[in-house]
């Protein structure tokens, strides 16, 4: 297995909506082993967490910094965050939506198959279904994602990995609003 080195940086954080998000500067994210989702153990501001960093659609990367997180660090709007984080070969499992958590308890014979799948395939099955603002979209997606695993089919196809794919921060598969 490669050795897996710590990336150090700084960043601001930055409210888009009611989320946010810290962007890795360009050498920090240019450090990480792939242009896709990484999971990474880490600390901000000496805070232990471990989450997975998504990508930005322009080769970089942005974490989440989620509300627990958060309220431990005290940072809002414009602080500065210093970040250590090294990728874990430990996925953490992704949330399911509850369309597809209730699809999924419809298809008890895809109960093994789904199971068998590795963490980092379910997060880009979960990320190919949130990956949409259209209700029709997504509706179509769970059915797909539900179908394709029936027929065998490991990851979804046809997916770039490495867009930001979060509706309610990408426009055209790239973090949207970041200044």
Same mark, same amino acid.
């Given at each position: 297995m490669a050795e897996r080195t710590a990336v150090g940086f700084e960043g601001r954080a930055q409210l888009i909506g009611d989320r946010l998000i810290v962007r890795? #500067? +360009?050498?920090?994210?240019?450090?990480?082993p792939s242009r896709g989702q990484v999971a990474v153990d880490g600390a901000a501001n000496g805070r232990a967490f471990a989450t997975v960093v998504e990508p930005d659609g322009m080769r970089g990367h942005?974490? /989440?910094?989620?509300?627990?997180? %958060?309220?431990?660090?005290?940072v809002g709007d414009g602080d500065a965050v210093a970040f250590e984080i090294e #990728? /874990?070969? =430990?996925? $953490?499992?992704? =949330?399911? #939506? !509850?369309d597809?958590?209730?699809?999924?308890? !419809?298809?008890? +014979?895809?109960?093994?198959?789904?199971?068998?799948?590795? $963490?980092?395939? %379910? &997060?880009? &099955?979960v990320r190919w279904?949130?990956?949409?603002?259209? #209700?029709?979209? %997504? +509706?179509? %997606?769970v059915h797909v994602s539900i179908s394709k695993l029936r027929a065998g089919k490991r990851r979804p196809c046809c997916f770039d990995l /490495?867009?930001?794919?979060? $509706?309610?921060?990408?426009?055209?598969g790239k973090l949207a609003g970041f200044r």
């Open positions: 890795l #500067p +360009d050498d920090a994210s240019a450090a990480l942005w974490i /989440s910094i989620d509300v627990e997180l %958060r309220a431990a660090l005290g #990728p /874990s070969g =430990e996925w $953490p499992e992704p =949330e399911l #939506p !509850d597809f958590r209730a699809a999924l308890a !419809d298809a008890p +014979d895809l109960s093994d198959t789904w199971k068998s799948l590795t $963490p980092m395939a %379910r &997060w880009e &099955w279904i949130d990956a949409t603002r259209n #209700p029709q979209t %997504r +509706d179509r %997606r /490495s867009a930001c794919t979060d $509706p309610e921060l990408a426009k055209s």
